[in-house]
C-alpha cells in the first residue's frame, strides 16, 4: 500500500492547480478510515502543515493558506485532492500526501509545485 500524489507543475502567481493524492494498493474500508493529510515543504524550510480532511469530510487548513486552498476526498476512488488557488510564490515546493494507514505514517513521494512571479 502506498500514496502517490501528482499534479505539480509550474504556475504563475495568481494561478490555480489541483493536486491528487491516489491510495494504491489499499483496501477501500482502510482509506475511507482514515484522515487525509497534505504537507509541503519549500527549499531551505521543514515540512509544514498544509489540510486535513477527516472520514467524515471535516476540514482544517493552515493559515497561510485558509480560504486559498480547498481539500477533498473521493472515497469511492479511493483519492484525496487539493484545489491550490490564488497561488503565491511563497506556496512553491513539495506537496506530499500522508495518512495513518495499515499502522504506519505512511508518505508519498510528493509532487513539486513551482510558483513564478
Known amino acids: 500500500a502506498r500514496l502517490v500524489e501528482s499534479g505539480g507543475t509550474s504556475v504563475r502567481a495568481g494561478g490555480s492547480l489541483r493536486l491528487t493524492c491516489k491510495a494504491v494498493?489499499?483496501?477501500?474500508?482502510?482509506?475511507?478510515?482514515?484522515?487525509v493529510n497534505w504537507y509541503r515543504q519549500s527549499p531551505g524550510k521543514e515540512r509544514e502543515f498544509v489540510a486535513s480532511?477527516?472520514?467524515?469530510?471535516?476540514?482544517n487548513f493552515a493559515d497561510s493558506v485558509k480560504d486559498r486552498f480547498v481539500i477533498s476526498r473521493d472515497n469511492a476512488k479511493k483519492m484525496a485532492y487539493l484545489q491550490l488557488n490564488s497561488l503565491k510564490p511563497e506556496d512553491a515546493g513539495v506537496y506530499y500526501c500522508?495518512?495513518?494507514?495499515?499502522?504506519?505514517?505512511?508518505w508519498g513521494p510528493g509532487t513539486q509545485v513551482f510558483v513564478s512571479s
Open positions: 480532511i477527516t472520514v467524515d469530510g471535516r476540514t
Open positions: 494498493g489499499f483496501i477501500t474500508s482502510v482509506f475511507n478510515g482514515n484522515a
Open positions: 500522508n495518512g495513518q494507514f495499515y499502522s504506519r505514517d505512511l
